[in-house]
C-alpha cells in the first residue's frame, strides 16, 4: 500500500505557500497518496485567481503550475469550510478540483498519514 | 454502507439542527445526539455548512456507525447516521 502524506496549508505567505508544494509533487514522484488540506490565509491558494498572485522568486515552479502537478498527480485537495468567513470566500470561489472539509476530514485523514506536514 | 435507502421515508428517532453552526459544530452535535438514541435507531442531523456532508461519513466509519446517506435541503443538507453500538 502506498504511503500516505498529509500537507496542512494554513498560510499565503510565499516562504510557508511554496514548500507543501515542492515536497507534495516530490511525494507524487515518490509514488506516495498526498492529501493537502488548506484552511485560514491558505486558501488563498486554491482561491479562483489567487494562487497567481502568491509569488515566489526564485522557486521552480509558480504556484499555478504547482497545482497543477499536483492535480494531475492526483493529489486530493480539500479546503476547510470553517476558515471560508475568516478569508472571506464562499465554496463557488474555489479553483475546479478542490472538495469541501472539516475537522474530521482533516483529524482522521491525518490519523490514517504516514507523514503530517503542517505550514 | 447500507445501499437503496429509502431516506426520504426512513424513520428518525432523533432530528439535530446544526444549521447556522460552523465545522466542527454540526460534527460534536451528531457525536452528542448519536449517543441518545439506542443502537439500531438513526438520527438526522441538519446542517448549512459545506464540509459536513463530508465529514460525516468519514466520522462514522471511523467511529463505527452507519452514515445512510444525505439528502439536499433548500441551503442545507440532511444526512442520516444509524447507531451502531
Known sequence: MAAKMMIFCGSDDPQKAFPPFMLGSGALATDMEVTMFFTMSGLNIVKKGGAEKIVLPGAPKTLPEFIKVMQEGGAEMIACSAAFPIAKIEEEDLIDGVECGGVATFVIDAEAADIVLTF | ?85
Open chain 2, 1 to 85: 454502507m447500507m445501499a437503496e435507502v429509502d431516506l426520504e421515508n426512513i424513520e428518525v428517532a432523533k432530528v439535530v439542527d446544526a444549521r447556522g453552526m460552523a465545522c466542527p459544530g454540526p460534527l460534536l452535535e451528531a457525536k452528542k445526539s448519536i449517543g441518545t438514541v439506542s443502537v439500531g435507531q438513526t438520527i438526522e442531523i441538519l446542517s448549512g455548512d459545506a464540509s459536513t456532508k463530508n465529514d460525516l461519513p468519514r466520522w462514522a466509519a471511523k467511529v463505527g456507525h452507519d452514515f445512510l446517506g444525505a439528502l439536499a435541503g433548500e441551503g442545507y443538507d440532511r444526512l442520516f447516521i444509524t447507531r451502531k453500538k
